[in-house]
């Protein structure tokens, strides 16, 4: 079964860190640019980081840059994203997708949402609260 599992979301207060991964079982993700996008209560998805499949592009919305960082462990088949100086408004269930397909990772963080990708997980929340 081809499938990405997001993991490492939870509770953490205003200022927190939390570090959250995507793991893909069936599939290997070196063929893929892998994105993290999030969606708030009553809010559109939106991406918030995207790297491509060498780990040499990245991409981040302004919301998250300076705070959020993304890499990823090809041998462990495995994405992460980093979240220091967590917000209240960074609260939502964050999704990782992957796609074999984007030549940009600014294009994929940017239009994802609405064109697609290969591969979607079912997505980890994570709240920001005091």
């Known amino acids: 079964q081809l499938q990405l599992v997001e993991s490492g979301g939870g509770l953490v207060q205003p200022g927190g860190s939390l570090r959250l991964s995507c793991a893909a079982s069936g599939f290997t993700l070196d063929y893929y640019a892998i994105g993290w996008f999030r969606q708030a209560p009553g809010k559109e998805r939106e991406g918030v980081s995207c790297?491509?499949?060498?780990?040499?592009?990245?991409n981040y919305a302004d919301s998250v840059k300076g705070r959020f960082t993304i890499a990823r462990d090809n041998a462990k088949n495995t994405v992460y994203l980093q979240m220091d100086s967590l917000k209240p408004e960074d609260t939502a269930v964050y999704y990782c997708?992957?796609?074999?397909?984007?030549?940009?990772?600014?294009?994929?963080?940017?239009?994802?949402?609405?064109?697609?990708?290969?591969?979607w997980g079912k997505g980890t929340l994570v709240t920001v609260s005091s």
């Open positions: 997708a992957a796609d074999g397909t984007y030549t940009s990772v600014q294009a994929m963080c940017a239009t994802a949402v609405v064109y697609g990708m290969d591969y």
């Open positions: 790297i491509s499949r060498s780990g040499g592009s990245t």
